[in-house]
């Protein structure tokens, strides 16, 4: 409250409006973020020239973690970055972090940058490895990223990478339902992984269906919109689905329904590919599951509007918990149109954040407890934060936006990169720098401040990943129906 008072002060002694914004600018970027005003961010705009100077502040932490992955991790899927040693998740590079990286490279105007990592790309990256891989994450982190790295630079040996994972990849549908079994082994084609979840079975439309329009083979777009169908139809009489699934049988392994890491990007893909290939089905099915979602998970509690969990047979709330992954649904909130409930669920995320200074996984949002205490760089609440600003130019998202930056650097910034948090109360840090960092941390973040000629968000759709698919292709041919 002192610095509210002292702020107003300048203003009223000094020469007005344009040494305030300085003013406050500088705090925004070094001050407000800690303290306590950092709960309700100030409606005070940013000059053009200063979300500039903020955009290049993004733009220079990514370039150091790049770096630092090129001097300690390069050709490998990861930087760890405490012991500055290179990760590979499966024992064989498939090259995470410098596929997840492309497009946000491109996007940020890192020209030699951009072209080195899609060299190494192009002459190193085989597929042909006898290794048991998670469908699920390289399909969203490698073909989401091999497509939209095409669509920006026109390189066509990243569609014929894509191509040929796709193609590694469709033994994964061949279950008795359709639904993906959850590892293939991308030499063999074998499969294995009979329990799954909505998000790893339905959140693969947007990468496989772009595939299709790619390379025009409509198999890729019917394996994974009817594995989606086959998910939906299992939806429970009050319209809600579980969290865990067996994907021979059909049957329901945990009846668990929310938001949550498990089922997100279901609910996202299911709005996303309506938009993105004009599919009817997919807008059907996301207008009765969003009736769902409000009616049974939604909590308008006195502090504001939360989303926690509730049995998906019956409806009845089961536990209130609300985390970092969760924080992916305002964004889909305000695609859908629904920008009121959009930002209430912002403002909680945001109180979340600042519970601790920085994001926990998880919390229960009406005992205030932490639950889950590590910040493993997610993405969510940025992304939140981009779609809310740019539907509503409102600047009370810039000084969001400034302060998740600050919190990373201060409390995850490392010689030569950004490190998890193992304890976002203690702030001890933890040796794992996740690929997602580049391409959705980073790339919302920039996107956030920078101009919005860089890309428009109604040109594009985000993969779960951040990977952006141009509208214009996916609408490029008649949708295809399915039945089974
Ligand atoms: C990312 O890999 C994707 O956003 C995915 O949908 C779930 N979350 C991680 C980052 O938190």
Known sequence: MRQARLVKSVVTHSQGKDLFRRFFFALTLFILPFSSLAQSPSDIPMTDAQKVEMANRVR????????????????????????????????HSLMITPVDTLDTLVLMGLKPQADEDRRLIDTQLNFDQDIYVSNFEITIRLMGGLLSGYQLTDDKKLLALADDLGRRLLPVFNSPTGMPYEFINLHSGAVRGVNSNPAQVGSLLIEFGMLTRLTGNPVYYDKAKRALVALYRRSSSVGLVGSGINVETGEWTNTTAGIMGG???????LLKASI???????????????????????????DGLWYGQADAL?????????????AFFPAVLALSGDLNRAKQLQDSSYRMWNLA??????FDYVTKEIISQKYPLRPEIIESTYYLYQYTRDPKYLTMGATFLNSLINHCGTDNGFASLRNVTTKQKTDQMGSYLFAETFKYLYL????????????????????PMKRSLGKRKANRDVSD
Not at 357 to 362: A, L, S, T
Not at 448 to 467: C, G, K, Y
């Open 276 to 302: 993105l290939f004009d599919d009817m089905d997919c807008a059907r099915m996301w207008k009765q599951s969003l009736l769902s979602i409000n009616r049974y998970l939604a909590d308008q509690r006195p």
């Open 357 to 362: 200074g920085i994001e926990p996984d998880k």
């Open 60 to 91: 220079q932490q990514c370039v150091k973690a790049w770096e630092g992955y090129k001097k300690y991790a390069w050709g490998h899927d990861e930087l760890k970055p405490l012991s500055r040693t290179p990760y590979d998740w499966y024992g």
């Open 448 to 467: 956030l401040f920078a101009p919005p000629s860089i890309l428009r968000l109604d040109s594009v759709i985000f993969n779960t990943e951040a990977h």
């Open 263 to 269: 089922i997100d990007s279901y609910y996202e893909y």
């Open 314 to 326: 019956s409806g009845k709330r089961t536990s209130t918990d609300y985390g970092a992954l969760d």
